[in-house]
C-alpha cells in the first residue's frame, strides 16, 4: 500500500495489561513520529524515530512507554503495565527526511490505533 | 514551550455559508504552519501548509490559509462550505525538531 499502516485498529486491553501497537510507515521514509490523541484533544508527540535511532521521546509519558524501530522501517510502541489514563487513539506518521530537513518534510498520517483500556 | 490555540471547538454552519478558524501559535522562532483536516472515520489529512514566502496559501478543496507574523496567527478560511466540508480541523506548528504541536482542534458541522 500507499500510505501508513497502523495495526491493530481497535485494542481493548486490561489495567495491568501489556500491549504493542505497530506502524508500517511509507517505504522509504526515514522519519518517524508517534502521536497520542486522548479524546476531543489533538495530537501530542510521543517519539521520534529518523531510521533507527531514537532522537526524540521527550513526550513519551512514562517509563511504561516504549518504542523501537530496529531496522529502521516497522516501528513497534509497547505500552506497559495499562491504565486507564493511556486510553487515547495512538497515531503514528512518517515523513519522507530526517532531522535538519524536517523544516520541509510533509508528515503522512496513519490511520491511528484506538487503545481502549478497562 | 511551543503551543497553538485554536479558539472555535465547534462551528455549526449551513452550506453555502463562509468560514474562518481562528489559529494561534506561540514560538519566537521560524516556523512552519499546518492545517490537517480528519472526515468522520478518516486518518489525518494535510489540508495546507506555510513555509514560506506568500503569506497566502491555497489547499486543497478550496480552503486557504493567512500567515500574519506580527499576530501569531494562521486563520483557515473558505469562502462557501459544503456539507462534505463536515470534519475535525487542527492547526498545528512545526519547528525545527520535526515534530508537529497541534491545537485542541474545531470541530465544523456543515448542515445541509
Known amino acids: 500500500g500507499a500510505g501508513v499502516s497502523q495495526s491493530p485498529r481497535y485494542k481493548v486491553a486490561k489495567r495491568g495489561q501489556d500491549v504493542a501497537l505497530r506502524c508500517d510507515p511509507i517505504s522509504g521514509h526515514v522519519s518517524l513520529f508517534w502521536y497520542q490523541q486522548a479524546l476531543g484533544q489533538g495530537p501530542e508527540f510521543l517519539t521520534y524515530?529518523?531510521?533507527?535511532?531514537?532522537l526524540d521521546k521527550s513526550g513519551l509519558p512514562s517509563d511504561r512507554f516504549f518504542a523501537e524501530r530496529p531496522e529502521g522501517s516497522v516501528s513497534t510502541l509497547k505500552i506497559q503495565r495499562t491504565q486507564q489514563e493511556d486510553s487515547a487513539v495512538y497515531l503514528c506518521?512518517?515523513?519522507?527526511w530526517g532531522s535538519g530537513r524536517t523544516n520541509y518534510n510533509e508528515q503522512f498520517f496513519g490511520p491511528g490505533t484506538r487503545l481502549t483500556v478497562l | 514551550a511551543q503551543s497553538v490555540s485554536q479558539h472555535n471547538h465547534h462551528v455549526i454552519l449551513s452550506e453555502a455559508a463562509s468560514l474562518e478558524l481562528g489559529c494561534n501559535y506561540s514560538y519566537g522562532g521560524t516556523v512552519n504552519l499546518f492545517w490537517y483536516v480528519q472526515y468522520p472515520g478518516q486518518h489525518l489529512q494535510l489540508l495546507l501548509k506555510?513555509?514560506?514566502?506568500?503569506?497566502l496559501v491555497k489547499g486543497i478543496k478550496g480552503f486557504e490559509a493567512e500567515f500574519i507574523k506580527s499576530k501569531f496567527s494562521f486563520n483557515l478560511r473558505k469562502p462557501s462550505v459544503q456539507w462534505s466540508d463536515t470534519a475535525e480541523y487542527f492547526c498545528?506548528?512545526?519547528?525545527?525538531?520535526?515534530?508537529?504541536?497541534f491545537g485542541q482542534g474545531t470541530t465544523l458541522q456543515v448542515k445541509p
Open positions: 524515530f529518523q531510521n533507527e535511532a531514537q
Open positions: 506518521a512518517s515523513s519522507l
Open positions: 506555510y513555509f514560506s514566502g506568500d503569506p
Open positions: 498545528a506548528v512545526n519547528a525545527w525538531t520535526g515534530k508537529l504541536i
